[in-house]
C-alpha cells in the first residue's frame, strides 16, 4: 500500500457535474481517490489549478506513426521498428493529460503487447483497450493488417482469433476508408444481414463492437445491427461526398444508444478558416444528431498522418466548434461519457471516491476555456504522478 498523498485548495469538476464541487481538497492512496474534502495537514498547496478526471481518447492507433504519410512506408515497417516507437507515444500521451485510450485497429497485435506492459508497469503510458486486428472485406480497408474476410462465417474466424490473442473489443470496418487502394469510404464492405451476423457473434462472446463508418449505407447497417460506437460517422454518399444524413437511421441511433465516436482531430482547425461549406454541414449534422438525442465521445484517430497520440486536448476546442457545444459538454465527452461508452465508468472518468486516481491539473477554468488543457500542471495516472 502506498503512502496517501492529498492536494488542497483546488476546483474540482468530478466529470458529470455542470460546475465545480465545493469541496477543495481530494487525496489518493494506493492508485485511487480516497477521499474528497477534508484533506490532513500535509496536504500539498495547489491554489490556482482546477482538477478534472484524466481524458479519454475513444479512436487511437498506437502502432501507426503519424510522421509517415504513405501507406506502403507504414507497412515496410517492422515489428521491431514498431515496438521501439511506441513507448514514446504513451508516455507523451500522459504528459498530455490522456489517461485512457482504445486502440482500434492494428496487424499483429503489437499494441496489445504495450497494453500489458503500461499495466505492468514497465512502461509509462495510459490505460489502453484494444481491438486488434479488425474485421474488413477483401481488399476491403486496411486488409493488410490480416482480418480481410470473404463473409460472415469467416469472420467469426477473426473474432476467435481476436478472442485468443486476449483483446478488449472487437472493430469492423463497415465501410471502406481514406487510405486504402481500391476501397471507397462511401459504400458499405458488408450487407445488413452480414454485419447483424458478425455484431451478434461478437457479443455473445461478451464483446463490444465499434464499427469504422464513413458512407451513410455502412453506417445505418452497423446501428440496425446492434454495433456500440459508430466511428467517424462522415454521412456519406457512394460517391463520398459528405451530406447524405439519414433521420431514420439517427431516431434508431439514440433508440439503440449507440455512440458516436467523430474523430475530429486538432487539424480539423484549418477547415474552420478555409472551409465554411464543410464546418457547415458537419455542424448541422451534429445539431441535429444532438436534437434526436445521439451521444458523443471524443477521438482523435491518433496515428493517421499528422495526427499525433497527445492530439486530444489540441482537439477539444476545435470539437467544441463543429459540434456546437459548451466546454462542459465537449469535456463529458473525453472523461465520463467516455468511460462509460467503453464500459470502464466503474473504474474511471469521473473523480468520485474509489474510482482510479486518473486526474489533470490545470490552470485556469476549463468550464469555460478549453484550451487550457493544452498544458496541464501536472498529470496522475492510476495514483502516479507526471509533472508536466
Known amino acids: 500500500m502506498t503512502a496517501a498523498v492529498s492536494y488542497k485548495n483546488i476546483q474540482i469538476w468530478d466529470g458529470e457535474s455542470a460546475a ?105 503510458g495510459p490505460r489502453l483497450l484494444c481491438a486488434g486486428r479488425p474485421i474488413t472485406s477483401i481488399e476491403g480497408h486496411c486488409h493488410f493488417w490480416g482480418g480481410a474476410v470473404p463473409g460472415a462465417s469467416e469472420a467469426h474466424h ?55 463508418c464513413h458512407g451513410s449505407e455502412g453506417i445505418a447497417h452497423a446501428v440496425f445491427a446492434g454495433v456500440d460506437t459508430v466511428e467517424h460517422c462522415s454521412w456519406m454518399d457512394t460517391e463520398g461526398r459528405r451530406g447524405e444524413y439519414l433521420h431514420d437511421v439517427v431516431l434508431e441511433m439514440a433508440s439503440r444508444d449507440t455512440w458516436v465516436s467523430p474523430t475530429v482531430n486538432g487539424n480539423w482547425a484549418r477547415f474552420i478558416q478555409f472551409n465554411a461549406a464543410h464546418l457547415g454541414i458537419v455542424r448541422q449534422q451534429f445539431r441535429e444528431m444532438k436534437a434526436a438525442g445521439v451521444q458523443f465521445i471524443a477521438s482523435t484517430d491518433a496515428g493517421i498522418p499528422n495526427v499525433r497520440h497527445d492530439d486530444l486536448p489540441r482537439a477539444l476546442p476545435v470539437f467544441a466548434r463543429y459540434a456546437d457545444m459548451q466546454p462542459v459538454d465537449v469535456l ?35 468550464l469555460k476555456d478549453l484550451e487550457v488543457l493544452q498544458k496541464p500542471a501536472c498529470v496522475v495516472a492510476r495514483g502516479i504522478e507526471f509533472e508536466s
Not at 521501439?84 to 482504445?102: E, L, N, Q, V
Not at 472493430?171 to 454485419?195: C, N, V, Y
Not at 474511471?348 to 476549463?366: H, I, N, Q, W, Y
Open 332 to 366: 463529458r465527452t473525453a472523461t465520463s461519457n467516455a468511460a462509460r461508452a467503453l464500459n470502464i465508468h466503474s473504474e474511471t472518468g469521473t473523480v468520485k471516491v474509489g474510482r482510479s486516481a486518473d486526474l489533470v491539473f490545470v490552470e485556469g477554468d476549463p
Open 20 to 124: 465545480y464541487l465545493l469541496e477543495t481538497s481530494l487525496t489518493i492512496e494506493s492508485g485511487r481517490i480516497t477521499a474528497i474534502g477534508d484533506a490532513n495537514p500535509q496536504a500539498r498547496d495547489c491554489s490556482g489549478l482546477t482538477v478534472i478526471p484524466g481524458l479519454i481518447d475513444s479512436h487511437v492507433h498506437m502502432t501507426l506513426d503519424p510522421a509517415i504519410h504513405d501507406v506502403e512506408k507504414q507497412l515496410a515497417q517492422t515489428d521491431d521498428d514498431i515496438r521501439k516507437k511506441m513507448p514514446d507515444r504513451a508516455f507523451s500521451m500522459i504528459k498530455a493529460g490522456i489517461t485512457c485510450a482504445r486502440d482500434l485497429g492494428g496487424g499483429n497485435w503489437l499494441e496489445l503487447e504495450l497494453r500489458d506492459q503500461i499495466r505492468k508497469g514497465e512502461i509509462k
Open 158 to 212: 477473426v473474432v476467435d482469433q481476436n478472442r485468443e490473442q486476449g483483446v478488449d473489443l472487437i472493430k469492423i470496418m463497415a465501410t471502406g476508408g481514406m487510405f486504402t487502394a481500391k476501397s471507397h469510404p462511401g459504400r458499405a464492405q458488408f450487407s445488413q444481414d452480414e454485419l447483424t451476423d458478425i455484431i451478434s457473434y461478437a457479443h455473445d462472446q461478451d464483446f463490444a463492437v465499434a464499427a469504422h
